[in-house]
């Protein structure tokens, strides 16, 4: 168990075990800390290409090691969004993914147009700018972050 904990807004998290300071985060956290070598740069790109998202943590010995993750998609997915393409709904999907990532789930989906690396509070903002642009807009969410008014 961790003796303290912080959240770094939009970069990982930072905690300290037994005295020791361990780094869980994205590439952003690693190269501020001066931790991204060009070879781990290039693990990460290479994830990123797969469309996982890739997160670096770095123990007290500097050795780091990396998470990839990855948003598995309902089967059915592609068959709803299909069906509403066909209705000329315009389907679009607002994301906090990278935009890779993004474009390789709308290429599996169908989806007509894709909105990423936005932050919760960004996506309440495109919604508004997708009434203006179409009027009537309905929303599916797949997390908390989507649930905000």
Do not use: C
Not at 15 to 21: E, K, P
Not at 39 to 60: D, F, G, K, N, S
């Amino acid at each position: 168990m961790a003796d303290q904990f912080a959240a770094l807004h939009r970069r990982g998290v930072q905690g300290t075990i037994a005295g020791q300071t361990y780094y869980l985060g994205n590439a952003r956290l690693m190269t501020e800390l001066n931790l991204l070598s060009p070879e781990w740069q290039a693990i990460l790109a290479r994830l990123e290409q797969q469309a996982y998202t890739a997160m670096v943590l770095v123990t007290p010995a500097g050795a780091p090691g990396v998470i990839a993750v990855a948003d598995v998609l309902r089967p059915t997915a592609a068959a709803a969004i299909a069906k509403l393409n066909a209705l000329d709904v315009a389907t679009v999907m607002l994301t906090g993914d990278k935009l890779l990532t993004a474009q390789r789930i709308r290429e599996v989906v169908g989806v007509s147009l894709v909105k990423a690396e936005l932050l919760p509070e960004n996506k309440l903002d495109e919604i508004k700018a997708l009434q203006q642009q179409f009027g009537v807009v309905a929303m599916l969410g797949d997390g908390v972050n989507d649930a905000r008014p």
